[in-house]
């Protein structure tokens, strides 16, 4: 009875060792896979957006802070003129945001299926301005819709919060 259960230890331990080894080769094999994983876990949520301060961001001159309530700006149109992708805006992160929250603008174009990034933006820290934007494209006079996704972060640790899309009108002139 004694050699039968040696047997079966034997047995056992060669089946373990086997996982074992299984599981290695596995975490081997996908290691770049785990790697990536392990650190999405670590990192905040941007969704690919790097977070970096946007450089034509330019200081709010002066607002009254009314209270601390995360503030979200709005906008009825943007114009351009036609063939020309460079657009005069007022894209802002109110000052009410400040100790609270950094944000990030998309513009995008919602009249195809599948919504066209027209630009994109860096962050915005509170009581900036982005006054000027370079579109990815130019447009034929006309009006088209568009939406501009505004995407908070806090500013503590640079976590993803709700977002805003605001529908507008692209107006090319």
């Not at 996704?149 to 605001?166: E, G, K, L």
Request: contains cysteine.
């Amino acid at each position: 009875m004694r050699g039968m259960n040696t047997r079966k230890f034997i047995i056992l331990l060669v089946e373990a060792i086997a996982v074992i080894a299984a599981c290695v080769a596995v975490v081997i094999i996908n290691k770049d896979s785990i790697s990536g994983f392990i650190n999405s876990l670590r990192s905040p949520n941007t969704g690919g957006v790097e977070l970096v301060l946007d450089p034509n961001q330019t200081s709010q001159r002066s607002v009254k802070v009314s209270d601390k309530s995360v503030a979200i700006p709005g906008w009825q149109y943007i114009t351009v003129k036609e063939g020309v992708k460079e657009a005069a805006v007022d894209l802002y992160n109110p000052l009410e945001n400040s100790d609270y929250y950094n944000m990030t603008f998309a513009l995008y174009l919602t009249e195809s299926p599948d919504r066209e990034l027209l630009y994109q933006s860096k962050l915005v820290s509170p009581g900036n301005h982005i006054y000027s934007i370079q579109l990815n494209r130019s447009f034929a006079k006309g009006e088209y819709d568009a939406v501009i996704h505004i995407q908070p972060y806090r500013i503590s640790d640079n976590t993803s919060t709700n977002n805003s899309d605001i529908n507008i009108k692209l107006i090319v002139v």
